[in-house]
Nanobody, 125 residues
Framework: QLELAQSGGGLVQPGGSLRLSCTASGLIMDNLNIGWFRQVPGKQREAVSCMGRANEWAYYADSVKGRFSILRDSAKNMVYLDMNQLKPDDTAVYYC??????????????????WGQGTQVTVSS
C-alpha cells in the first residue's frame, strides 16, 4: 500500500518553530520528487518547498526562503519541513507529497501523485 503519513504541526506563536514529518510506506522517497504544499480556505494549494529525487534540486517559495528547510532522510525514508521564524501568514493546512514520474523543478500540485493526510499549522499569539 502506497501511503504518506504526516506528523507535527499545531499552534505556535509568531517567531516560533515547528517541524513537520512525513513517513512513506510502499514508496522509496529517494526515487521521487518530494514536496510540501499548503492551503488556506478559498485559495489554491501552493508549493512551499520541493526537492528533486536524489536531492538534484530544491525549490522554496519566496515567502519562506531563509526560514524553511526541506530535508530528506534516506535511511528512514522520511521527509521533513523545518519551519522557523513563523508568521501568521504561514497559517495553513500543510501537506507532504511525492511525484511518481519526477520532472525537473516540479512545483505544481497537480503533478504530484501521493499525498499525506494534511496537518494544521496555526501561527497566532
Amino acid at each position: 500500500q502506497l501511503e504518506l503519513a504526516q506528523s507535527g504541526g499545531g499552534l505556535v506563536q509568531p517567531g516560533g518553530s515547528l517541524r513537520l514529518s512525513c513517513t512513506a510506506s510502499g514508496l522509496i522517497m529517494d526515487n521521487l520528487n518530494i514536496g510540501w504544499f499548503r492551503q488556506v480556505p478559498g485559495k489554491q494549494r501552493e508549493a512551499v518547498s520541493c526537492m528533486g529525487r536524489a536531492n538534484e534540486w530544491a525549490y522554496y517559495a519566496d515567502s519562506v526562503k531563509g526560514r524553511f528547510s526541506i530535508l530528506r532522510d534516506s535511511a528512514k525514508n522520511m521527509v521533513y519541513l523545518d519551519m522557523n521564524q513563523l508568521k501568521p501568514d504561514d497559517t495553513a493546512v500543510y501537506y507532504c507529497a511525492a511525484e511518481r514520474l519526477p520532472s525537473p523543478m516540479s512545483t505544481k500540485f497537480q503533478t504530484y501523485d501521493y499525498w499525506g493526510q494534511g496537518t494544521q499549522v496555526t501561527v497566532s499569539s
